[in-house]
């Protein structure tokens, strides 16, 4: 249910000029456990898609919290990967 998803920022709205923090491509959409999980860089995303999870995330909360390695976003395009870049160097807990 799309209703439920929510805009999520790659690159923080705090650290992105004008012109990204509107850009489009500066955004995901994610469903709230993963939203969260993505700003405080406990999940990121490669640049196919496929979710990059914490080695912070014990393997009982990632099943908690129902995320898996075989996870990966439905549509990515070019332009999202110089922020998705971003959030790997500079917010994801490797």
């Known amino acids: ?20 923090r509107l850009d489009h491509y500066n955004g995901l959409l994610l469903n709230p456990n993963l939203d969260v999980l993505f700003d405080y860089g406990y ?15 014990q393997e009982e909360e990632k099943n908690i919290l129902d995320i898996n390695e075989k996870m990966a976003l439905s549509q990515i395009e070019d332009n999202h990967q110089e922020y998705l870049e ?9």
């Open 1 to 20: 249910m799309v209703k439920l998803l929510r805009a999520s920022h790659i690159k923080p709205w705090r650290t992105s000029s004008n012109h990204e």
């Open 43 to 57: 999940i990121s995303f490669n640049n196919e898609g496929t979710i990059l999870i914490s080695e912070e995330l």
């Open 86 to 94: 971003f959030h790997r160097n500079s917010i994801f807990k490797r």
